[in-house]
């Protein structure tokens, strides 16, 4: 996301977070996931309706995205009627296809295009149908 890159693990409930630097952590990932949040409040305040108490129960661990506008809007076009892994793997190819190479193998999240401007990369097609990019140069 917007030009940063990192691999998340988990073991146990401690998360790792790889390939970036306690400086950026700091500057950039804690605010877009969100991490100062207090979920546990939330819920609990969430939780004093039953259907929401069910919810939250079912789905613990749901935090917000802070997303630029552009690439939430894009993730949920996406992921209508879609399950997660063929998701993470449609934004994986449309990355690769049309996004800038970062370090450790990833690739951006793609800007929004002015065909004048960025013609090297216009859309060929970028379907979900076939779950593949082609663009043109």
Do not use: M
């Not at 996301?1 to 988990?10: G, R, T």
């Not at 409930?13 to 970036?20: I, P, R, V």
């Not at 952590?25 to 877009?32: L, Q, R």
Request: glycine share 10%; with cysteine.
């Amino acid at each position: 996301s917007q030009n940063h890159s990192c691999h998340i693990s988990q073991k146990g409930s401690t998360f790792y977070f790889e390939g970036t630097t306690l400086e950026e952590y700091e500057n950039f990932w804690k605010d877009y996931f969100d991490l100062t949040r207090d979920y546990g409040k939330i819920k609990s305040l969430l939780s004093q309706n039953p259907v929401l108490r069910s919810a939250c129960a079912y789905a613990p661990g749901i935090r917000v995205l802070r997303q630029e506008p552009w690439e939430a809007l894009c993730s949920f076009i996406i992921s209508q009627n879609n399950n997660v892994g063929r998701i993470k793997g449609i934004v994986a190819r449309l990355c690769e296809t049309f996004g800038d190479p970062l370090d450790g193998g990833y690739f951006s999240f793609p800007p929004p295009w002015d065909n004048e401007v960025g013609s090297d990369r216009k859309f060929g097609g970028c379907s979900s149908a076939s779950s593949g990019c082609a663009h043109s140069s």
